[in-house]
Structures are given as C-alpha cells and as structure tokens.
C-alpha cells in the first residue's frame, strides 16, 4: 500500500491530537475536574491511528474503556469529547456517558465500553449487518491482552470465520491486564495463535510504527471486502501510564518504562524522525504540528468549560429511545 | 374484525412472518431457529421463506451472538435473539443489561438498539431447576429495557409485532405451557400496544393482578368463586416495565381487594414490585393487606408433587381470594 506524504503527515498530526487531548484529560482529572476514573492512550497513539486511517467514514469501530485515542482517530470531535469528560451538557452524550462512553454513530464509532472485551461482539455484530447489507463496510474492534481472554473473543471468532464477516479484531498488546502484567494470564504470549483453531490470520504488527500498523490494516480492510473473513492483528506496545489516572504502578519493574519512552519506541518522535528523515517536514513544521494540537485541546477545554451543565430534568431523557 | 382460533406458537409464528414480510432489516437469529425451524417451532417456515441470512442459525454461544444482536441492532439492522430458555438468558447478562439496556442514555440518545430477545419462561413440566426459571424480575429491574409477557394467543402476535418495531431492547418472554394453548386472533394487521394491560375479566369483589400464564390460572378461579358470589376482576399487565399501574390502580379502587399473581419466586419478585405500588398509590383505598401468590423460594424441583408445590396454582389462588371474605 502506498502512502502520500499528506497521509503521514495527517498521522503524525492526528496521534499529536490523542497524545495533547490525553495530557490535557489527565492535568483535569489530577486538578479534580473529572469524575470517576479515566484511563490514558498515552504511546499506544499509533494504533488508533493506523488502523482508522485504514478505513472509510462507514466502517465501524467498537473500542475500549481506554477510547479517547480511538475515538479521535476515527474523526471524532475534541470539543464535544472534552464537555463530555468534564460532564457537559454540549458533551457527546450530553454528560451522561463520561470518559468510558463516548460515541458517535455518524463516525461509525459504536462507544467507548466500561466492560473489559464489551465492544467485541458489538463489531461482529456490525460486520453482520455488512455483510447482510452488502456494502461492504467494514467493522474493528479494539480490546486490549487482557480483553482477548474473554469468552466473546473465541465465541464470535468462529462465527465471524464461519460466515466469513467482515471483521478485524485489533488486540493492543500494551502488556498489562488492569493491575497486572497480561503475561501473568497468557498461556502462550504469542496472541496471534488466538487466531490458528479459526483459521483466518493473525499477524503481528509493531504497534508503534503507524505506517506498518496501517499497512496490517489495509491488508486486513482488503481481505474482509473481498468477503475472505476476520483478520486478528497484534500490535505490540507499552501502556506507558498506569490502568487508570492514579495507579500506582508498584507491579511494574523499574526502569522499564523509560525504554518505551523513548525517540526510538514512542511513536511520535519515531514518526516525526521518519518525517524529517524523508525531508516531508522541517523541524520547525513538526513542532507547529504539536503546538497546532496543543491548541486545539486547549480551545477543547475553554468550549467544555464555557458550555452549561446538564439541565436536572434531562435526568429521566433518553432512558428510552 | 373476524376472529379465528390460533395456538400461541402459531400466533407468535404469524407475527414473525409478517414483520419479516414487511421489513427487510428485521432478522432472527439463534439455535436451531433457521433450517430446524426452531426448537419449539416459533421460527417454522422462515429459513425457506427468507434465506439463511434472515433466520440465522448460531452455535450455542448466548452471549456472542446476542451480543452481535446489539451490534447489529446499534447500526440499524432489528434483529430478533431468541434464547432458547430465559435460563440460558444468564449468558448473556452482558450484552443485554450492559450493552443494548444502556446505548440510548448513555450515548445521550444518540444510539437505539431495536432488538428483540425471545425467550420461554416458566415451570410446570418437569424442566428442572435450570429450565424452568421465571426471571422477568430480572430484566424488569434494568431501566432502559422493556419487558413483555403475552398470556393469550392474541397478545402474543400482537406484542410480538409491536415489540420488532419498538425502538428499544425488548425482552419478551413466552411461557413453556402456554404454546399449546389456542384462542382467538384477529384476521389481518393489528397491533397490541406495549405498556397497556388489559382487564381480562371484569368483577367487582376481588382485583386478582396476573402475569403470564398466571392469568390463565388467574381466570379459572375467577370461574370457581364466582360459583361462591365472589366477583373477580382479572388485569393482566401484559408489558412488566413499563408498567400500567393506571389500570391495576383503578381496578384495585374499584374492588379494594387486592391478589398479585406472578411465577417468580417471592424473594425479589415482580409480584413484590406490584405489591408495593399499590401499597403508594392505592392503599388508603384496600380494605385489608396485599396478598401475593408466587412460586416458592426454592430453585425449581424435578419430581412433579414437589413441582405442584413450588408454584403458584388455581387452589392457591382461591384461596388467596377467599381470605378476604373469612
């Protein structure tokens, strides 16, 4: 698959877009202005993002607890995600959803999900729908190492290889399992194997490099249009924060985080050299691109701030549609 | 309009066919409901009718392919999930109170989920503790979901068709002793609105409230006592949540007497949901306590003197009735 310059730089733009979107998310939630819990994207941007630059506006996304970064990939609305964490009533779901319930239909974007593997059988469901429609849309579902675990996983991966649907499980291998490391719960870390009793293909993909977690995709998009089946991609990477905003992190070993922390694993600053190295971008331009999203989510949050609560009678709205 | 004398099985069977007739984006989906016709022949004369894509046959996986149905439901498509028992509903929890009970409000009202899960409640036939469960308390204690038991044949075809192009999750429970029974339905189109109940039986002296194929029980004894001089008015709820307590209420200022009849054990019950409305909304108007007939605090047993037992039953609720005039 080929790829234009305008589409990498639109990449590294939009995985600039999560990673200020997240900071600025965490800065609320440590200043107590969120409510509940959240949980950071933060150096897994670049799965989020090759995987929805991979598809069209009616394919479909089911995504995690962990979703903002989904959600801004596959197009979503700063302004209206940022009222909704800080519980607007000009939110996407008018402050009823917080963090881990963000959608939007029109996107294809079928919600973030508190329930660790939820959205799963959500995006079988909608390749059912495609494939029972014929047009050829395509649905992913995102879940992390430790959501493939889950019982839905292996009981939609047959249906999905025996009906041939047009379905893409993206398992974000951050390597943990809420408080735990995954490993602790996998009998064979190789996740692609996941795939072998059903008989569609597991890959595995460096889920920080998002030109080759974008070329996995847009095979995968390929093979399910074509009306060959589910695709299982695993893209490795690190949950650089904790489980959630506050997690201590005494299960993680020292040091460790440092590494992925780095030019050469983060996947900004690898892709920004990858930029400047294929002269795409000048330094001063890749520094706009961050300061350009800084801004947005800075203008994000005065829109959220400056937007009224929720009125209490909306309280009993929508119970039913 | 002219009426004809249809079984439950058949009336729910008819509903199907229409809905599917006239909608292209209604399916059904679930074990044996395709080639096989479905375990109890609900689902008869689909698969040949409208393809194997719109009478889907699924492995035995309730909750993976409910949970498709809330996908699909979320993305336009009004699939119909038929558990085989509301038993085996317990595999699915997930994607129905977590998934499609919630879309609507917590995605602020952007996202429906018109899907229907069909399932059989109900003991009477030696299913045994885990196929004979009345669980509708369960399902009616999720806001967000609607909750429909038919208990004739008319109602069935009626709410059935109602409940396919009802905008929200709907779970509609059949009861297992009632397919067999026969009554009338309408020729032609209509409709049973979801939300109303139904005074089955008119009287005067005693407002027995009965769900299911407790109104059949229900419409016995009302036979019986009145034989004695007891009138009673039957009012069948029909949809559990939510619920007509309009109707229950004018009913029970009427009679001032109160039963609530339902299958599910005490603890918890639907029956206790009743109960402490009308103790709100009625009470100044009774003229003495509620009296609730439920099936006993037991998982359901195999042999069927015990199984008589642990139900609600005809002499139970003569006798529930009788206690006002001793």
Same mark, same amino acid.
């Given at each position: 698959?080929?790829?234009?310059?305008?589409?990498?730089?639109?990449?590294?733009?939009?995985?600039?877009?999560?990673?200020?979107?997240e900071?600025?998310?965490?800065?609320l939630?440590?200043?107590?202005?969120?409510?509940?819990?959240?949980?950071?994207?933060?150096? !897994?941007?670049?799965?989020?993002?090759?995987?929805?630059?991979?598809?069209?506006?009616?394919?479909?996304?089911?995504?995690?607890?962990?979703?903002?970064?989904?959600?801004?990939?596959?197009?979503?609305?700063?302004?209206?995600?940022?009222?909704?964490?800080l519980?607007? #009533?000009?939110?996407?779901?008018?402050?009823?959803?917080?963090?881990?319930?963000?959608?939007?239909?029109?996107?294809?974007?079928?919600?973030?999900?508190?329930?660790?593997?939820?959205?799963?059988?959500?995006?079988?469901?909608?390749?059912?729908a495609?494939?029972?429609?014929g047009?050829?849309?395509?649905?992913?579902?995102?879940?992390?190492?430790?959501?493939?675990?889950?019982?839905?996983?292996?009981?939609?991966?047959?249906?999905?290889?025996?009906?041939?649907l047009?379905?893409?499980?993206?398992? !974000?291998?951050?390597?943990?399992?809420?408080?735990?490391? #995954?490993e602790?719960?996998?009998a064979?870390?190789?996740?692609?194997?996941?795939?072998?009793?059903?008989?569609?293909?597991?890959?595995?993909?460096?889920?920080?490099?998002?030109? #080759?977690?974008?070329?996995?995709?847009g !095979?995968?998009?390929?093979?399910?249009?074509?009306?060959?089946?589910?695709?299982?991609?695993? #893209?490795?990477?690190?949950?650089?924060?904790?489980?959630?905003?506050?997690?201590?992190?005494?299960?993680?070993?020292?040091?460790?985080v440092?590494?992925?922390?780095?030019?050469?694993?983060?996947?900004?600053p690898?892709?920004?050299?990858?930029?400047?190295? !294929?002269?795409?971008?000048?330094?001063?331009?890749?520094?706009?691109?961050?300061?350009e999203?800084?801004?947005?989510?800075?203008?994000?949050?005065?829109?959220?701030?400056?937007?009224?609560?929720?009125?209490?009678?909306?309280?009993?709205?929508?119970?039913?549609? | 309009?002219?009426?004809?004398?249809?079984?439950?099985?058949?009336?729910?069977?008819?509903?199907?066919?229409?809905?599917?007739?006239?909608?292209?984006?209604?399916?059904?989906?679930?074990?044996?409901?395709?080639?096989?016709g479905?375990?109890?022949?609900?689902?008869?004369?689909?698969?040949?009718?409208?393809?194997?894509?719109?009478?889907?046959?699924?492995?035995?996986?309730?909750?993976?392919?409910?949970?498709?149905?809330?996908?699909?439901?979320?993305?336009?498509?009004?699939?119909?999930?038929?558990?085989?028992?509301?038993?085996?509903?317990?595999?699915?929890?997930?994607?129905?109170?977590?998934?499609?009970?919630?879309?609507?409000?917590?995605?602020?009202?952007?996202?429906?989920?018109?899907?229907?899960?069909?399932?059989?409640?109900?003991?009477?036939?030696?299913?045994?503790?885990?196929?004979?469960?009345?669980?509708?308390?369960?399902?009616?204690?999720?806001?967000?979901?609607?909750?429909?038991?038919?208990?004739?044949?008319?109602?069935?075809?009626?709410?059935?068709?109602?409940?396919?192009?009802?905008?929200?999750?709907?779970?509609?429970?059949?009861?297992?002793?009632?397919?067999?029974?026969?009554?009338?339905?309408?020729?032609?189109?209509?409709?049973?609105?979801?939300?109303?109940?139904?005074?089955?039986?008119?009287?005067?002296?005693?407002?027995?409230?009965?769900?299911?194929?407790?109104?059949?029980?229900?419409?016995?004894?009302?036979?019986?006592?009145?034989?004695?001089?007891?009138?009673?008015?039957?009012?069948?709820?029909?949809?559990?949540?939510?619920?007509?307590?309009?109707?229950?209420?004018?009913?029970?200022?009427?009679?001032?007497?109160?039963?609530?009849?339902?299958?599910?054990?005490?603890?918890g019950?639907?029956a206790?949901?009743?109960?402490?409305?009308?103790?709100?909304?009625?009470?100044?108007?009774?003229?003495?306590?509620?009296?609730?007939?439920?099936?006993?605090?037991?998982?359901?047993p195999?042999?069927?003197?015990l199984?008589?037992?642990?139900?609600?039953?005809?002499?139970?609720?003569?006798?529930?009735?009788?206690?006002?005039?001793?």
């Amino acid at each position: 698959m080929s790829i234009s310059n305008e589409q990498k730089i639109e990449m590294y733009r939009r995985m600039w877009l999560i990673r200020a979107f997240e900071e600025k998310a965490r800065e609320l939630f440590m200043k107590n202005m969120m409510r509940g819990t959240t949980h950071m994207y933060i150096g !897994e941007e670049a799965i989020a993002v090759g995987v929805c630059s991979a598809l069209n506006k009616d394919d479909y996304i089911t995504s995690t607890h962990r979703g903002h970064g989904h959600c801004l990939a596959k197009g979503g609305d700063p302004k209206a995600m940022m009222a909704e964490l800080l519980g607007r #009533a000009t939110g996407y779901c008018k402050g009823k959803g917080g963090s881990m319930h963000i959608a939007d239909l029109d996107l294809g974007i079928l919600g973030a999900n508190g329930i660790v593997g939820g959205g799963i059988g959500l995006a079988a469901g909608a390749a059912y729908a495609g494939k029972y429609r014929g047009d050829r849309s395509v649905a992913v579902s995102f879940f992390g190492d430790g959501a493939i675990n889950q019982g839905v996983f292996y009981e939609t991966a047959n249906m999905a290889a025996l009906w041939k649907l047009p379905l893409i499980y993206v398992c !974000e291998q951050n390597q943990f399992s809420e408080f735990s490391y #995954a490993e602790q719960f996998l009998a064979d870390t190789d996740l692609t194997k996941r795939a072998l009793p059903f008989g569609f293909p597991g890959i595995n993909v460096n889920g920080n490099d998002v030109l #080759a977690v974008y070329e996995a995709t847009g !095979e995968a998009v390929a093979r399910a249009r074509r009306g060959d089946g589910p695709t299982l991609i695993v #893209a490795k990477t690190y949950r650089i924060e904790g489980h959630t905003i506050g997690d201590p992190l005494t299960y993680r070993k020292k040091g460790e985080v440092d590494i992925w922390k780095d030019d050469k694993h983060d996947p900004l600053p690898r892709m920004g050299k990858c930029l400047l190295k !294929e002269s795409i971008l000048l330094p001063e331009e890749l520094t706009a691109i961050e300061n350009e999203a800084r801004q947005i989510c800075e203008e994000a949050v005065e829109f959220a701030l400056s937007s009224p609560e929720p009125e209490l009678k909306t309280l009993w709205d929508d119970v039913y549609a | 309009m002219a009426e004809r004398i249809l079984q439950y099985r058949k009336a729910l069977n008819e509903a199907l066919h229409e809905e599917m007739e006239r909608d292209p984006n209604v399916f059904i989906m679930g074990e044996d409901v395709g080639l096989y016709g479905g375990p109890l022949k609900i689902s008869e004369g689909l698969y040949e009718r409208f393809g194997k894509m719109r009478a889907l046959d699924t492995p035995i996986v309730e909750e993976g392919f409910v949970s498709m149905g809330v996908g699909a439901a979320l993305v336009g498509l009004r699939p119909i999930a038929e558990i085989m028992y509301i038993d085996f509903s317990s595999l699915a929890i997930d994607p129905i109170v977590n998934q499609a009970a919630k879309a609507c409000y917590m995605f602020g009202g952007k996202a429906s989920v018109p899907l229907v899960i069909r399932t059989q409640g109900g003991a009477g036939r030696g299913n045994a503790a885990q196929h004979s469960q009345s669980l509708e308390a369960w399902y009616a204690h999720i806001p967000g979901l609607v909750v429909v038991q038919p208990s004739t044949p008319k109602d069935a075809k009626g709410l059935l068709k109602s409940a396919i192009r009802n905008n929200n999750p709907v779970v509609f429970i059949e009861h297992k002793l009632l397919y067999n029974t026969k009554g009338p339905v309408p020729e032609g189109e209509y409709l049973i609105p979801i939300g109303k109940a139904e005074v089955k039986r008119a009287g005067s002296d005693v407002t027995i409230v009965a769900t299911s194929r407790m109104v059949l029980l229900a419409l016995d004894a009302a036979e019986k006592l009145s034989k004695e001089g007891i009138e009673v008015e039957v009012v069948d709820p029909r949809t559990l949540n939510p619920l007509d307590m309009e109707t229950i209420a004018e009913s029970a200022k009427k009679t001032n007497r109160l039963v609530v009849v339902n299958e599910g054990v005490r603890t918890g019950g639907f029956a206790a949901e009743i109960v402490t409305r009308a103790c709100e909304e009625v009470f100044d108007y009774l003229d003495g306590p509620i009296v609730r007939v439920t099936s006993e605090d037991v998982p359901m047993p195999y042999n069927e003197t015990l199984e008589l037992a642990a139900i609600p039953s005809e002499e139970k609720i003569i006798a529930a009735a009788r206690s006002f005039f001793a």
